[in-house]
């Protein structure tokens, strides 16, 4: 048997640790390095990993520079992962894939966010769309030639069901099986993948940390303790749950009920983060945070936006996230001018 | 007649102009300086008033460090004025005032906010308490030794009811003439002073537009043009009418009903705005922007902590402005760290 050719397009944390499990399971990667093809390609990259060892200047199968180079090296992929910051007000995803669209029926998008499938499913309507919410502690260091992990690496992967289709329609066999043979390739690489029975729901309730924490975080400029600590957690948690809550009433209206979404979530994100900063813990920062004072695009469109979009349409009053949207609109709207000036 | 001896606590911007205003009126101003001592010891203030002329190193009868020198220089003041930032979370009115409180029957509050005149009330029982709304456009520049002042200057003032009186009750014979007279001296120094029939409501009025415009301006970092202008515009306005519309319900929850407190004021307040900065306007910063981007203590109890004191008092519910709030005050935290530690 050939061995399965994926192409991942976008090589940060997520990217590389990604091609690194999928080359273990002997699958040929493509790299689409964007901006660090040179360093790809001078030094690879040092992983160094609490899971999954040590490997100094390692590079995936093949290494390009661009989606058309990837479109002009394989006829077809079995998958196309996207591992790429989502950033739809900048360039939707169908617009960053390109040429690729036409290169695989399965897609892979291990990525933040709510909706994040719809383009896509819209661009290639007969493709499989699955995704996976990556809980994982890799940061790049080092101008991107050091890939910094943890022991933690979780990926919750499901198929999102067709456009149209009711949201709880049993999946086709071909989607079952694109799903299953990724699931599989991710163990024999030593990933710990979690096939969920809904994607849907698994991604709320990653969604909920995001829109209570990131949110706050980001406009309060402030990291995990300095949220979680008294004197501020009294004024600071009321709000992050007021945030959470929002984003399980918009949840219930598309459908989410109790079982697949417990209200309980709410309690756990709150009580979990709180027991790692409440009263020490690292200055953690949400990479929200870290892409504002970076001054750079954040992903509010998918995190916040992504949840708007189905709370306006289901007519669900957002109060809080709305406020919040707006004020970070407003930091968006530099960083995207910055960036195209840059 | 002796001339009225007056003292004004807090000499910037609004300081200056009111001593000014008052001394031309032939009263006897004492003006405790707090950071800008020196430099009104030595050079004076260059005032560049559009409405009152050119005034170089000009100085009020007498200027002194501290309220303890002006406790010591006098044994009574016909009034205190109060023109400092009103910063409750750092120190109350009464602190700062400290033994200045037994030297008048009479205050006068040249602040931002809602609520300021409670401290007062509570340290001072039997005083007769007023405030008044500037609508200024002054600022100090030059570390201090300049005042720019164009031509706009208007005071509304009225007396508060005491405490536990009911909202709209007759003033006292005492309190009617205290602010008779200072209405007088106002008119003739030049200055523009308007008798407010319920100071309470024109408060309200005023906070309308903070608590729209300042706490979004504050949050997204942003000048009123860039709030106002297209396309900015569409998801700005619906959240700092948002605020406004919690404020309104707020104040009626207090007693005030449309006739003291107009719905359409929110109106009024986002047009006017859209037609100065709409297309083009100077890239105004409301101060609580300006303090903000300085990292200095904002004034946020007494623009928005008081209004949702108030909320809280009488249950009404504010999601957009508890929200706001709770984030300004994650950054509050640092700048009074960070004031502390200078």
């Avoid at 979680?228 to 929002?246: I, K, Q």
Wanted: aromatic share 8%; proline share 7%.
């Amino acid at each position: 048997m050939d061995p399965p050719k994926i192409c991942i397009v976008g090589f940060g944390a997520l990217g590389t640790i990604y091609s690194f499990i999928l080359e273990k399971a002997g699958a040929q990667v493509t790299a689409v390095c964007r901006s660090n093809y040179q360093t790809m390609q001078e030094h690879g990259v040092d992983i160094q990993s609490q899971k999954f060892g040590v490997y100094l200047g390692w590079r995936p199968h093949r290494v390009v520079d661009s989606v058309d180079s990837a479109a002009l090296a394989e006829d077809s992929y079995d998958y196309i992962v996207c591992t790429f910051k989502c950033l739809p007000d900048i360039q939707t995803t169908p617009q960053v894939l390109g040429p690729l669209l036409a290169r695989s029926r399965s897609f892979v998008l291990i990525q933040n966010g709510i909706g994040i499938e719809l383009d896509l499913q819209h661009a290639v309507p007969s493709a499989v769309v699955m995704s996976g919410c990556a809980w994982i502690d890799a940061t790049v260091v080092d101008q991107g030639r050091t890939l910094r992990h943890g022991p933690l690496e979780r990926l919750v992967l499901g198929v999102h069901s067709p456009l149209g289709a009711p949201p709880k329609a049993p999946h086709s066999s071909e989607a079952h099986a694109a799903l299953t043979a990724f699931v599989d390739l991710l163990k024999g690489g030593g990933g710990t993948p979690e096939q969920a029975m809904d994607i849907a729901a698994a991604r709320w309730k990653k969604i909920i940390w995001n829109a209570g924490f990131s949110t706050f975080a980001t406009l309060g400029d402030a990291t995990l303790p300095d949220i979680c600590h008294e004197p501020a957690r009294s004024f600071t948690m009321p709000v992050v749950r007021g945030f959470m809550e929002e984003v399980v009433s918009v949840a219930r209206a598309l459908g989410l009920d109790e079982p697949d979404l417990p209200m309980a979530s709410i309690d756990e994100a709150i009580d979990l983060t709180l027991s790692e900063y409440g009263v020490a813990g690292p200055p953690y920062k949400p990479s929200m945070l870290v892409d504002f004072l970076a001054e750079r695009p954040m992903e509010i469109e998918v995190i916040i936006g992504g949840v708007l979009r189905y709370a306006a349409s289901k007519q669900v009053s957002t109060p809080r996230l709305s406020t919040a949207y707006a004020l970070l609109r407003m930091h968006q709207s530099r960083f995207i001018q910055k960036s195209k000036k840059a």
